[in-house]
């Protein structure tokens, strides 16, 4: 069952849609669920779905000579997989559960379709989407920083 717009309209990466934007948002998703240490998707792979979290917590990691290292975390309210909207459409990082995950899973064509026919609906989206990606950027940049200070 997918929540209604009214449980999950103040999610942060929501709250800028109508509510007309969240229900066709809701008519072409599905809501899944993962369980602890399972992925949502790997570092690299090709990706045609994005998400909404809306429970539990996600851990973003990559590949390094020495094995996987984790680069951030996820929390309800955040999107994750948005590359599926921009060719090539890889993951830049995998994705696990790291508690039990309520998921709202958004077919990448279909929403960019509904973007092609709507188009201030899908600029508004693209906006939140960068917002995310340079937030993502600032968090990368001081884990770094840190890391170099060592």
């Given at each position: 069952m997918i929540p209604n717009t009214f449980e999950i309209k103040d999610f942060r990466f929501l709250k800028d849609l109508s509510e007309s934007q969240m229900e066709s948002i809701f008519r072409?998703?599905?809501f899944q669920e993962f369980a602890v240490k399972e992925n949502l998707f790997e570092e690299?792979?090709?990706l045609d779905t994005l998400y909404i979290l809306l429970e539990?917590?996600?851990i973003l990691g990559?590949?390094?000579p020495k094995g996987k290292i984790s680069i951030g975390s996820i929390h309800p309210g955040s999107i994750l997989a948005w590359s599926a909207l921009f060719p090539p459409a890889l993951s830049s990082a995998s994705a696990t559960a790291h508690t039990p995950v309520k998921a709202l899973a958004i077919p990448a064509a279909k929403l960019l379709r509904?973007?092609?026919e709507d188009q201030s609906f899908g600029y508004v989206f693209m906006r939140m989407i960068?917002?995310?990606v340079s937030e993502r950027l600032t968090d990368?940049?001081?884990q770094?920083?840190?890391v170099l200070s060592i």
């Open positions: 072409i998703s599905n690299y792979g090709a539990g917590t996600v990559m590949k390094v509904i973007f092609e960068g917002k995310t990368t940049r001081l770094l920083v840190n």
